[in-house]
């Protein structure tokens, strides 16, 4: 079916560009190589629980340089059979931090410090409980990507005045709730199904990076875990994340502080995302997606794209001309007449040049 409604995510693969820059992905994907998590279900952790925050931070480090040297073998052909379980993993022993966190939230970078797991709640609304939306076969992602096993949670730790998913993101009801148990399932059915991946997205994943992270302790299908987000994680959750992400699919919305604040209530934003990118870069595959905004090539769009032409030379670049008036900027566009509009044929194609001129790979299809 999906091969009639999207055949270049058949054909894409015929692209070698695409095919190195995705290597590691396409591995996972066919089953030449095994997922992140299940490479972290074989490195050990010295941790009981009973210890402090910093000393399990300690633990992790520790842990997370027996990852990158597995993983270095593993990419290099070495299999995972002969290594057994060890009693107490890498993955128990994140499952384990993030807990910690959820009782002084710092999963983002607003940094809220609530105990969500006592029910407390921040700016993104959640207690310890997580909702999802929808989850389903998604036929409309990057060619690469499809058919991607979507999983849409509630809620969102942004507050976009043109979010296209508004109803999720502003309503943390709208889904049902699930624990890792049931998140592990629908994901591993959604493999077995067919998806090329397990997409993480939203509103936004990040809040409920406690339940994703245990939800990998229930599954055993090999999949490429993929982390679909504004990406203004913590420092913190981008080091949970990082050993368990086989692909990113990042938004890099903005490059001005001031458009950030004033469209999405996000400070520090340049900052953030551009750390948060280089993190993902430097850990595995990466499509960068950024959405041309009307009127905001000069501050936005152009500097953006420079940035990632020095700074991400193995990513592919997803540049998006999908917006369109949503939410409140339909509602009251004249609080936002810069973006009270499409951008027009003239704007996508500027955006565009300058990519090429850069050198980016910006449409990752066949």
Not at 56 to 75: G, I, N, P, Q
Request: glycine content about 4%; aromatic content about 10%; hydrophobic content about 40%.
């Amino acid at each position: 079916m999906w091969r009639v409604l999207r055949p270049d995510a058949a054909h894409v693969w015929g692209n070698d560009e695409v095919r190195r820059r995705l290597s590691w992905y396409y591995d996972v994907m066919v089953g030449r190589k095994p997922s992140k998590y299940l490479i972290c279900k074989s490195v050990e952790a010295e941790f009981k629980g009973g210890e402090g925050l910093e000393e399990l931070w300690s633990a992790h480090r520790e842990a997370s340089k027996e990852f990158a040297e597995l993983w270095s073998k593993v990419k290099e052909g070495a299999s995972l059979e002969d290594l057994g379980r060890p009693e107490v993993s890498l993955l128990d022993l994140k499952v384990e931090l993030a807990k910690r966190l959820l009782q002084r939230c710092c999963f983002c970078e607003r940094r809220c410090g609530v105990n969500r797991a006592a029910g407390e709640k921040g700016f993104c609304r959640l207690d310890s409980v997580s909702r999802v939306s929808t989850w389903f076969h998604h036929y409309g992602e990057e060619a690469p990507l499809v058919p991607s096993g979507t999983i849409f949670f509630t809620s969102c730790n942004f507050r976009c005045q043109f979010c296209q998913n508004w109803d999720i993101s502003t309503d943390p009801f709208n889904g049902v709730e699930v624990d890792a148990r049931k998140l592990a399932a629908i994901a591993s059915t959604l493999r077995r199904e067919g998806c090329r991946n397990i997409n993480y997205v939203g509103g936004e994943p990040t809040p409920n990076l406690h339940v994703i992270l245990e939800s990998l302790k229930f599954m055993e299908v090999n999949v490429p875990i993929l982390w679909n987000s504004n990406m203004y994680c913590s420092l913190e959750a981008m080091e949970l994340l990082k050993d368990v992400v086989d692909i990113w699919l990042p938004d890099f919305k903005y490059f001005s502080d001031a458009c950030a604040e004033r469209l999405s209530k996000a400070p520090r934003y340049v900052e953030v995302v551009k750390r948060n990118h280089l993190i993902a870069h430097e850990s595995g595959d990466v499509i960068v997606r950024h959405l041309v905004l009307p009127n905001h090539l000069e501050c936005c769009t152009k500097p953006l794209l420079e940035w990632l032409a020095s700074n991400l030379p193995r990513a592919l670049v997803n540049i998006m001309a999908q917006y369109r008036p949503e939410h409140i900027v339909a509602r009251e566009p004249s609080r936002f007449p810069d973006i009270a509009r499409r951008p027009t044929a003239r704007e996508m194609e500027e955006a565009y040049s300058t990519a090429r001129r850069l050198g980016i790979v910006f449409k990752p299809v066949s």
